[in-house]
């Protein structure tokens, strides 16, 4: 009785976007999860260090991707053959260097994931390129245009960094604070709805709709 009192009691909660699941298993569950709720410190710190090594070198040093790839090889392999060939002097076993080959399965499996995504992004824009969901077609060109903007202020890497940065931290807040944000989330979507209700009487209601797929049938 007290396990059925307590899920009715979370069924009623407000959660953000009709979230029922707790935020791990949103992520995904599993190490990526882990990694962005910073279960292991050290290693999401690590990664965290590692990111922003990075886009430190390319923005801030202006280093290029080409010239550090080359020049990590070049240490690399001067390194190994070296080592190789002087192990036969001091009486040391030659560094044992792995075969590394992509797994036909893993790649197969990466193309056709990547291809379901493709299509259905392919199939999402040309609904909304019909006419059929005006709601849609507002989010998606308000999304562009905040896109374009980032892009006009930084370039790919920083972006790209900058939503990095986001993962790594508003996750693991919201999950601290998800009370409170969940409450002051609930509010916003009342005054959203009531909002964007006055805007599809006043407005949207009035716009004609491209035809439907019943329509065209017959």
Known sequence: MAERKEESVMAKIYRLFGREKPVHSVLGGGKPA??????????????????????????V????????????FILS???????????????????NIPEVKIPEDLAVNVARSLRYEINRGFASLRAIGQGRDLKKFLIVVAGLWILSFLGSCCNFLTLFYIVFMVLYTVPVL?????????????????????????????????????????????
């Open 174 to 218: 919201y999950e601290k604070y998800e009370d409170k944000i969940d409450a002051f989330g609930e509010k916003a979507m009342v005054e959203l709805k009531k909002y964007y209700a006055i805007f599809d009487e006043k407005c949207l209601s009035k716009i004609p709709k491209g035809p439907s797929k019943d329509k065209k049938q017959h």
């Open 61 to 72: 040093l202006e280093y290029h991707l080409l010239t550090l790839l080359c020049h990590g």
């Open 34 to 59: 882990d990694l962005f709720l910073w279960r292991n410190k050290k290693i999401s710190g690590g990664v965290l260090a590692g990111a922003t090594a990075i886009w430190l070198l390319f923005e």
């Open 77 to 95: 392999l001067g390194i190994l053959f070296l080592w190789s060939n002087a192990s036969a002097f001091v009486n040391k076993c030659p560094p």
